[in-house]
């Protein structure tokens, strides 16, 4: 299995709700990363876990909250957002021995 | 850290004709230099990479060239076709202080490549 998955596909949430995005890779790769990305922009990196802990926080407000539970799973969880929260969001594996990220297809999210 | 400098931000060719995008990098200890096609609503996706010990690296109609001195390198595309079409970025790993970079790389600001038939 060489994908990374994201669930859901697209999120349309409120600014009060709580709510998760989920990532999950089966490469075993133990650096994982959050990326936010608006429009024909690049992907601009939010967290990096490398062997479940989080090494890199990209002074992130803290309405984002990330979790990596274990080696395969990375979540992203989501509280009181603004509206210019709304973005794509990636997820990425890379195995700690290589160069090479691999994103996963993204959570759309739209802050209403 | 990195600093990644790419041009230019838009590209029109006409189908078979070639593209050349470049980029520039600020640290001279980058040995990893990846390009990343993004398609409307896709992920991106790596379409050819170059590690600092080559000068050139070839795939199909997709080429990378890299110049350690000059600190530059480029993505060519030659006999360009429609679903060439898409947004692409270069990249360069983040030093970091004591190698605690974890891999994070920097991005340039992207080039949409628009292929017209």
């Known amino acids: 299995d060489t994908e990374v998955t994201q669930t859901p596909k697209h999120l349309v949430m409120g600014m009060t709700n709580k709510k998760s995005l989920k990532c999950e890779q089966h490469m075993g790769h133990r650096a994982m990363y959050w990326y936010k990305q608006k429009a024909k922009k690049p992907p601009e990196l939010m967290f990096v876990?490398?062997?479940?802990?989080?090494?890199i926080n990209e002074s992130v407000p803290s309405r984002f909250s990330p979790e990596c539970p274990n080696s395969s799973l990375l979540n992203l969880h989501l509280h009181a957002l603004q509206p210019e929260d709304s973005a794509l969001y990636l997820c990425a594996s890379r195995d700690v021995g290589g160069d090479e990220q691999y994103f996963g297809p993204g959570t759309r999210l739209t802050v209403t | 850290g990195e600093n990644v400098e790419q041009h230019p931000s838009t590209l029109s060719v006409q189908e078979g004709d070639s593209a050349v995008i470049k980029c520039t990098y600020s640290?001279?200890?980058?040995?990893?230099f990846p390009w990343y096609k993004q398609e409307l609503g896709k992920r991106p996706q790596l379409i050819i990479d170059?590690?600092?010990?080559?000068g050139e690296k070839k795939d199909q109609r997709i080429a990378v060239t890299l110049n350690k001195t000059a600190k530059h390198f480029s993505l060519h595309i030659t006999e360009t076709q429609p679903e060439d079409s898409a947004v692409y970025f270069c990249a360069a790993p983040w030093g970091g202080a004591g190698g605690t970079s974890y891999g994070k790389l920097t991005f340039g600001q992207g080039t949409i490549l628009t292929v017209h038939p």
């Open positions: 876990y490398s062997y479940e802990k989080l090494s």
């Open positions: 170059i590690r600092s010990n080559v």
């Open positions: 640290d001279s200890a980058s040995n990893y």
